[in-house]
């Protein structure tokens, strides 16, 4: 079975757990037999071809005449947005340029070129409706059974492709717009959101926090959506031994500094771990929207010289982060699934994560809590720091769960729904 995959990001060039979760499916897939052809808008000649063939947007080539271009764009627009439209990426990267046009035309026959940045930034409508017309002529110009559509940048994409190819679409929904603002929800995204679900013909979500949100917020057939839960992949992953400079203990929050990650929740509890204990330090390892916010908050509260924010971490960083810490803390508001407590759990890391995660519905052991008590959550961390037992009894039991969560699995499971949408 051949796919024909859009996505926006893959490792080694993500910003968080969407190019992850993308990268361990498509190896969980070609393990099930299952031939992929990957598209993202910028590729950089590093990516594993062992899990797929890559296509870069940028170096397709839209053919044709002025009439055939107009009947294949269709109602699509280039949309420039003058805002930070996601909070993905600290102010440097948001400074992005444009996108450049290469055009051509010769005796009535026009060739696009698209560059695409890949990024996050000012002009992302911009890309990710340029993305779908190059989707398009890849669809025309090669053979496949499914199409599989990731998250919400990629779902015009994937109606384009459906759109010419006539084959059956499916969306993969690792996040909606309301995980990621609450009610204040861009009506653009939303409308993208929207379209592509009612579009395809099946809809996976990573767990039932979101498929639940699917169902009520935008009013999509239950029967039509899924839920498949994320995995972890730890092949290839170093054991890291690092050298600590202090004897405190460490506790850790990593991810996007953005609302959806509840930041906030994380340094308030900080505080008044803080106040009970001097033998403690905390990391905020990440970058988003609400750094500066969150800077200022801990200055006001007295304690930077406990308090470290690192910038955004890639790679074997982030394992040497988690060989540092004594306990990983996920306050998300909202989180779709959340893979990165179960890279703690894998390193030997107690793990606190809120009780509105994805993740939590697939982890006995880990320690749950609502992202905004506090008050309990400070507890936690109190308690993993200064009770070696219970932080132990954590460890043990958490090994042996997230040792069980297999990407072969959730292909396996996807690779059944690509079966029965395409009849075969």
């Not at 910028?42 to 062992?50: C, I, L, M, R, S």
């Not at 609450?182 to 039932?208: C, L, R, Y």
Request: net charge neutral.
């Amino acid at each position: 079975m051949k796919i024909l995959m859009f996505g926006w990001e893959f490792p080694p060039h993500i910003s968080g757990g969407l190019g992850t979760a993308c990268y361990g499916l498509t190896k969980g897939l070609v393990k099930n037999g299952t031939e992929i052809l990957f598209v993202v808008p910028k590729a950089y000649g590093d990516e594993d071809t062992n899990a797929a063939r890559f296509v870069n947007a940028s170096d397709v080539e839209t053919v044709g005449t002025q009439v055939e271009l107009e009947k294949l764009w269709g109602n699509i627009s280039f949309i420039q947005i003058d805002s930070n439209l996601v909070p993905y990426v600290d102010e440097k990267e948001f400074n992005l340029c444009a996108s450049i046009d290469k055009v051509e035309k010769r005796e009535g026959i026009f060739r696009h070129k698209y560059s695409f940045t890949g990024k996050y930034g000012t002009n992302l409508m911009e890309e990710v409706a340029r993305y779908a017309l190059v989707a398009a002529t890849i669809a025309q110009n090669n053979t496949f059974d499914v199409i599989h559509a990731h998250d919400w940048l990629t779902y015009a994409a994937g109606i384009m492709a459906k759109r010419v190819s006539n084959k059956p679409l499916v969306v993969h929904v690792h996040a909606t717009e309301f995980d990621r603002t609450g009610e204040n929800v861009n009506p653009d995204v939303f409308n993208i959101e929207k379209q592509g679900m009612e579009q395809a013909d099946k809809v996976i979500t990573v767990s039932n926090l979101t498929r639940n949100i699917v169902i009520s917020k935008y009013g999509i057939d239950p029967q039509k959506v899924v839920t498949v839960h994320n995995a972890v992949d730890f092949y290839g992953r170093e054991a890291f031994e690092v050298k600590r400079n202090v004897n405190d203990k460490i506790i850790t929050f990593l991810g996007r500094i953005t609302y959806q990650k509840g930041p906030e929740y994380f340094i308030e509890a900080a505080y008044k771990v803080i106040e009970r204990c001097n033998n403690v330090r905390f990391v905020m390892a990440g970058s988003g929207d609400m750094m500066k916010k969150m800077v200022r908050r801990v200055a006001k509260l007295g304690m930077g010289t406990r308090f470290h924010f690192t910038g955004f971490l890639k790679g074997n960083e982030v394992q040497q982060m988690f060989a540092l810490s004594d306990v990983y803390v996920m306050p998300s508001v909202s989180e779709p699934f959340g893979i990165s407590p179960l890279e703690a759990m894998r390193s030997n890391i107690p793990v606190i994560i809120s009780k509105q995660s994805g993740v939590s519905e697939v982890l006995k052991y880990a320690i749950k809590v609502d992202f905004w008590d506090v008050d309990a959550m400070a507890d936690l961390m109190y308690g993993l720091v200064t009770y070696p037992s219970l932080s132990k009894f954590s460890v043990r039991n958490g090994q042996e769960e997230v040792n069980s969560l297999k990407w072969e699995n959730a292909a396996m499971k996807i690779r059944k729904i690509y079966n029965r949408i395409a009849n075969i």
